[in-house]
Each structure stands twice: as C-alpha cells, then as structure tokens.
C-alpha cells in the first residue's frame, strides 16, 4: 500500500486562484460603481475613482485570503487514507478512511487544462459529506493518487 507525505496544492492553482478572485471582485463592485455615481451627484469620475478605490483594496483583501488559504491546505495519503488539512481561520482535518470509498472522479475545468491541473473528488460511504473535492492538483498526481485510492478500495471489498 503506497502513501504519499503532506503536500500543498500545486503552485500554479494559486494563479488560478488569484485570477478568479480578481474577476469575481470585478463583479461585485458593479453595484458599488451605481452607488457611488448616484452619491457623487453625477460626477461618472467621481463614482469611478471611488469604486475602482474600493475594488483595488477588496481585491488586495481577497488576495491575501486566498494566498493564506493555499498555503494552508495541505493532503496527504497514509495508510489510514486520505487526510486533508485546510483553512484560514476554521481549520479543519478531514480523514476519509480508505474502506469507506466508494469511487473517485477526476474532473477538469478550461482553466486548471491550461496548467495542467485536476480535482480529485472522493465519494465515501456515508450521507452527510458523501463527496470530498480536492483541488489544484497536477493531473499526474490526481492520477497517482485515485490510482492507489482505487488499489486500496478493490482490496477492503466484501
């Protein structure tokens, strides 16, 4: 039974990461722009110095969230199973033992494609977090590991 030590994410999804937060802030600072057009008495460069002001620091704040959040999240694979470290603030361990899984799925999106990456979903027995996802992962080793999840899962049968 092969494991695997404690590993981060892979340094890439941090960008990925960084990119989306950038976008979605984006998003989100449209009904900031409406309020301060209407609070500037229609003064258009006004209501845009405040609300690209306020999109810069928003932007600077989640960033720093999500950089913190990847450096936190951390996996490894023991004989036990699957551990998984994660969290800024709540942190939490999750362990899903290797006879409690039913199957594995590797999915990928356009973005985590072009960097080569994957997520690793885990289904276990069970019905309340019947799936744990496990994201920024080089497809490789999302591979590797689902390989040797399912090694493990064949053995443990009834």
Not at 47 to 60: E, N, P, Q, Y
Not at 109 to 121: D, F, Q, T, V, Y
């Given at each position: 039974?092969?494991?695997?030590?404690?590993?981060?994410?892979a340094p890439s999804y941090l960008s990925i990461l960084k990119l989306l937060t950038w976008i979605w802030s984006a998003f989100v600072m449209v009904p900031v722009f409406?309020?301060?057009?209407?609070?500037?008495?229609?003064?258009?460069?006004?209501?845009?110095?405040?609300?690209?002001?306020?999109?810069?620091?928003?932007?600077?704040?989640?960033?720093?969230?999500v950089k913190a959040w990847y450096k936190r999240y951390q996996y490894a694979l023991t004989e036990q199973g699957l551990v998984i470290h994660r969290g800024v603030f709540w942190?939490?361990?999750?362990?899903?033992?290797?006879?409690?899984?039913?199957?594995?799925?590797?999915?990928?999106?356009?973005?985590?494609?072009?960097?080569?990456?994957?997520?690793?979903?885990?289904?276990t027995a069970g019905t309340r977090d019947a799936h744990v996802t496990l994201h920024g992962l080089l497809e490789s080793r999302a591979a590797e590991l689902r390989k040797e999840l399912i090694v493990a899962t064949q053995d443990d049968t009834v």
């Open positions: 039974m092969k494991t695997f030590d404690y590993s981060a994410l409406v309020l301060a057009y209407f609070a500037a008495e229609n003064l258009w460069y006004h209501a845009a110095i405040k609300a690209v002001s306020c999109w810069v620091l928003f932007g600077v704040l989640i960033n720093a969230y942190r939490q361990m999750i362990v899903i033992p290797r006879n409690r899984i039913q199957h594995t799925d590797i999915t990928t999106g356009p973005l985590e494609r072009r960097k080569s990456l994957a997520k690793l979903i885990v289904h």
